[in-house]
């Protein structure tokens, strides 16, 4: 039974990243899938060659992610349906959580740390943080409160998401489905697991999970610092962990991970979200094993033309001639691969990588 990943390392996530950073130094890592005879299994693999894989008695076996995606489909609604979707609100996760309410309907219960609040009075509307930040500063001087440039970009960035929040909420509503925003901290393990006894008391068992909360601190492996893993880990693994804690696997009809290219080819500066990525993944393998009645769905996507991908990033893409993915294309893939792709194809990598940069 798949109630943690607490025993998987995220280790091959590492690995691929090395060695795009370390370009001089050969990096595997053997995941061992039967520990009967690990001698014996691991001196089979050396004479049979080096490789991210798992190793078990057939040999090694690579890590496999299929490309081909499902044709569009129709889906019939389901009202009954209840999904939790971390990072729903905002970013790209929203756009799919606005795509399956669409197709769906359903409840659909949006997770983020974000706390909404109301528009302060007499402020202009505004979706630009640098035009928010100039009328934030306006605004404290002519009212004699004192804010400090980072209380101003504080507070711009919190009006920023918790208008994203709103907005996102309304186009789950106007979509045909029920949005309810739940303000948590996928980390917390004690809030996550009251928060869900809560809404489940509420709008019934979960029967979706998409969990697509994450965030980023890209720094070369050599210069991390355990602080930057374990905030990349948070939202990923521990998120997860406390997830499948807070609701038995076995009332799942559907899971999503929101992984990254990353993970499966590796990304310098990218080390600690590869290997959280990576441990997604092998959480996804492990479900898709242990309830053969679960649709499970790992998404490494490649970069997507929103969220975490700013106007720097896109333009690093841009540089290395790595198209990004539309949003609405991104969510239409996902809400066809989620509900009707091929049930035996656990990972899919989206968009063009950079395999080979
Ligand atoms: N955009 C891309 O190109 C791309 C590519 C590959 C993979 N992905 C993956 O897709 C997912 C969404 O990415 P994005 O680009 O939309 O990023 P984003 O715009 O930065 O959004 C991240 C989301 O995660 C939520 N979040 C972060 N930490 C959380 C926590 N501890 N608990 C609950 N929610 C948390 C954020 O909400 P709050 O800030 O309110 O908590 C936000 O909704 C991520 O998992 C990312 O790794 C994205």
Request: hydrophobic fraction near 45%.
């Amino acid at each position: 039974m798949v109630q943690s990943i607490e025993n998987a390392s995220g280790l091959d996530g590492l690995s691929r990243t090395l060695r795009k950073e370390w370009p001089e130094c050969q990096t595997f890592t053997w995941t061992l899938t039967d520990m009967s005879n690990p001698g014996a299994t691991i001196a089979q693999a050396l004479r049979s060659g080096f490789g991210d894989g798992e190793l078990g008695t057939q040999g090694l076996r690579m890590p496999q992610a299929g490309e081909a995606l499902a044709p569009p489909q129709v889906f019939d609604a389901d009202g009954s349906s209840v999904w939790l979707i971390t990072g729903g609100a905002r970013g790209v996760t929203a756009a799919c959580a606005i795509e399956l309410a669409r197709v769906l309907g359903g409840t659909i219960l949006l997770a983020g740390r974000s706390t909404e609040m109301a528009w302060p009075a007499g402020l202009a509307q505004t979706q630009d943080i640098k035009t928010l930040r100039g009328l934030l500063v306006e605004q404290s001087r002519q009212s004699g409160t004192r804010m400090s440039p980072v209380e101003i970009d504080r507070s711009a960035r919190a009006l920023l998401a918790s208008a994203e929040i709103r907005e996102t909420v309304a186009a789950i509503n106007t979509a045909g489905a029920h949005a309810v925003y739940l303000p948590l901290d996928a980390g917390d393990r004690a809030a996550v697991i009251e928060a869900l006894a809560v809404a489940q008391s509420r709008y019934g068992p979960i029967t979706g999970l998409v969990h697509g909360a994450g965030v980023l601190a890209d720094k070369l492996a050599a210069d991390k610092t355990e602080a930057e893993l374990r905030r990349v880990f948070a939202p990923k693994v521990d998120g997860l962990n406390n997830i499948l804690g807070a609701i038995g696997p076995e009332q799942l009809k559907h899971v999503a991970f929101f992984s990254s290219a990353a993970a499966f080819f590796g990304n310098r500066g990218q080390a600690d979200y590869a290997m959280a990525n990576a441990l997604l993944a092998s959480a996804g393998r492990s479900l898709a094993r242990s309830y053969p009645s679960l649709r499970v769905k790992v998404f490494h996507w490649g970069p997507w033309a929103g969220g975490m991908v700013d106007a720097s990033l896109a333009g690093h893409f841009e540089a290395q001639g790595i198209p990004l993915i539309p949003v609405d294309e991104g969510a239409r893939i996902f809400v066809s691969e989620l509900l009707g792709g091929d049930r035996e194809q656990i990972e899919l990598v989206v968009g063009e990588a950079w395999a080979a940069a």
